[in-house]
T-cell receptor, first 112, second 112 residues
Framework: GENVEQHPSTLSVQEGDSAVIKCTYSDSASNYFPWYKQELGKGPQLIIDIRSNVGEKKDQRIAVTLNKTAKHFSLHITETQPEDSAVYFCAASMARDDKIIFGKGTRLHILP | ETGVTQSPTHLIKTRGQQVTLRCSSQSGHNTVSWYQQALGQGPQFIFQYYREEENGRGNFPPRFSGLQFPNYSSELNVNALELDDSALYLC???????????FGPGTRLTVL
């Protein structure tokens, strides 16, 4: 079955700097890659997603890139702000409504 | 439009007992998926219900069972609770087979 690896497990960046989180997946049949942000005491919130026929997608300060050949995908957050502090999960799925396989998460700390 | 809601928010049970968790899907959504999130880990897929039928199951034993009702709300039942069942239980709903999954806030289950 699908396996998603995520790095790093913890990331600290100065406010205003960029943060990058990297993931790899194992099943070449996966074609939908969502990213979730989870704050303390809350469920995961979808922040951006990308399908396998697209190499890059951007939404304001957040961008995702996908290398389907290498089975790598990454999340880039620019101009980080204190409210970006949270746990971020990458995930892979066959389709938007199919079971989602999550990575283990990255705890992002934005330092003042 | 209301989001996904779950009840109760917290629950404490003892080993061997049975528990029922409830999820109300977002308005207009007919698909509900359940996930288990252990502390410090990513969510793991338990099963999915589509129009009241089970539509896929993860690697969980039969003592994890579920239901979906005509109004598309759902229940997760766990029998013979074990200490390792302590986790945050999340449900996610979607409009159908082509839509994104949206998560509820979760139910925190503690098994003593």
């Amino acid at each position: 079955g699908e396996n998603v690896e995520q790095h790093p497990s913890t990331l600290s960046v100065q406010e205003g700097d960029s943060a990058v989180i990297k993931c790899t997946y194992s099943d070449s049949a996966s074609n939908y890659f969502p990213w979730y942000k989870q704050e303390l005491g809350k469920g995961p919130q979808l922040i951006i997603d990308i399908r396998s026929n697209v190499g890059e997608k951007k939404d304001q300060r957040i961008a995702v890139t996908l290398n389907k050949t290498a089975k790598h995908f990454s999340l880039h957050i620019t101009e980080t702000q204190p409210e970006d502090s949270a746990v971020y999960f990458c995930a892979a799925s066959m389709a938007r409504d199919d079971k989602i396989i999550f990575g283990k998460g990255t705890r992002l700390h934005i330092l003042p | 439009e209301t989001g996904v809601t779950q009840s109760p928010t917290h629950l404490i049970k003892t080993r061997g007992q049975q528990v029922t968790l409830r999820c109300s899907s977002q308005s207009g959504h007919n698909t509900v998926s359940w996930y288990q999130q252990a502390l410090g880990q990513g969510p793991q897929f338990i099963f999915q219900y589509y129009r009241e039928e089970e539509n896929g199951r993860g690697n969980f034993p039969p003592r994890f069972s579920g239901l979906q009702f005509p109004n598309y709300s759902s229940e997760l039942n766990v029998n013979a609770l074990e200490l390792d069942d302590s986790a945050l239980y999340l449900c996610a709903s979607s409009r159908g087979r082509t839509d994104t999954q949206y998560f509820g806030p979760g139910t925190r289950l503690t098994v003593l």
